[in-house]
């Protein structure tokens, strides 16, 4: 018998009295921003803590940021449904007829801040939305709030907004900008640094967040408007469904506890976070000095919150054109 034969079968016998070791799971996910940005830095990396310190290390979490596993935020529901990764970041807007319900947390409506919109969607979630996510298991649904408007001039009345070039929060907003007097111009946020750099812009609505670094609008807006009608992009966490019934019992358990509630809070918490980072960075930095900060008057909010009940009304007919015929009820739901 040859030397290799005899360790072969050292080997196995070896095998068969010796316990298997069994090796930790990991759970890829596709985030398409940067490293830095704080859902990764905050969002996720308490997801990967929590999950591998109640898993014993059995079961851990690897983020590939920056699009790795796919360029870009389109695609992001269609590659956790079909398992290019595990658990995927993405915003609903993006594919609006999958979610067009979830959609209504958009327009301004009740809700201020990021918790306060995502306890709002988590009230209606099991009669209104729920069966918008049957192709995955959803871990979280949660917002940011869209509270201020960053322009290169005073955009604080009806009259100033008049004719002026706007982005609106999502395309299902249009008829709100035009409501309110303002041109629509469909731009996703990556490109409004230069949209409003070059002119090809005059307004668009913002987080606090996008004022200061990583996106830096203070570099290119002369006005800061606040008072403004709040709006809300909404997000998913979503994890394929097979890779999650592939699980055991035990770390099935532990993606069970975490999702829901506590993810989607975690993930507003996340946004409302930063933007208080940028609002504490806005009271003390240099470049808020050639930043005018305007608060629209309680007459005109007033006025403004009329011509979003009448852009409302357009977007309800939208709905009910496409056979959707709830969606005043569920708008209503959201924000009683």
Request: aromatic share 8%; net charge negative.
């Amino acid at each position: 018998m040859k030397m290799s034969s005899i360790l072969v079968g050292a080997a196995i016998a070896i095998a068969g009295v010796l316990p298997v070791k069994s090796y930790a799971e990991e759970l890829s996910v596709a985030n398409f921003v940067p490293p830095q940005h704080h859902t990764n830095a905050v969002m996720f990396k308490w997801f990967a803590d929590t999950v591998a310190e109640r898993s014993g290390g059995s079961l851990t979490v690897k983020v590939f940021p920056a699009g790795q596993l796919g360029a870009g935020p389109v695609q992001q529901y269609k590659r956790a449904v079909e398992g290019v990764a595990d658990i995927t970041f993405g915003l609903q807007a993006y594919t609006p007829t999958i979610f067009p319900k979830s959609m209504l947390i958009i327009p301004p409506g009740k809700a201020t801040n990021a918790k306060e919109a995502t306890e709002r969607l988590l009230a209606v979630y099991d009669d209104h939305l729920a069966d918008e996510y049957q192709d995955v298991k959803l871990l979280g649904i949660f917002t940011t709030a869209g509270n201020v408007w960053a322009a290169t001039s005073d955009v604080s009345t009806l009259d100033k907004i008049k004719g002026k070039k706007m982005v609106p929060y999502a395309a299902m907003t249009t008829p709100i900008v035009e409501a309110l007097g303002g041109v629509p111009v469909q731009m996703p946020v990556t490109e409004m640094y230069t949209g409003l750099s070059t002119g090809t812009i005059d307004a668009t609505t913002a987080t606090y967040n996008n004022i200061t670094a990583p996106w830096n609008f203070w570099d290119v807006s002369s006005h800061l408007v606040s008072n403004v009608p709040v709006q809300h992009a909404v997000f998913f966490v979503a994890m394929n469904k097979e890779r999650y019934m592939g699980l055991s019992d035990e770390h099935r358990a532990i993606i069970d506890d975490l999702a829901g509630e506590t993810f989607s809070l975690r993930g507003a918490a996340s946004f409302d976070g930063a933007d208080e980072k940028s609002l504490e960075m806005m009271q003390t930095a240099d470049q808020m000095n050639k930043v005018t900060q305007v608060e629209v008057s309680a007459e005109e909010r007033a006025k403004m919150d009329a011509a979003v009940a009448e852009g409302l009304e357009v977007i309800f007919a939208d709905y009910e054109s496409r056979g959707i015929t709830d969606a005043r009820e569920v708008y209503n739901a959201i924000n009683q």
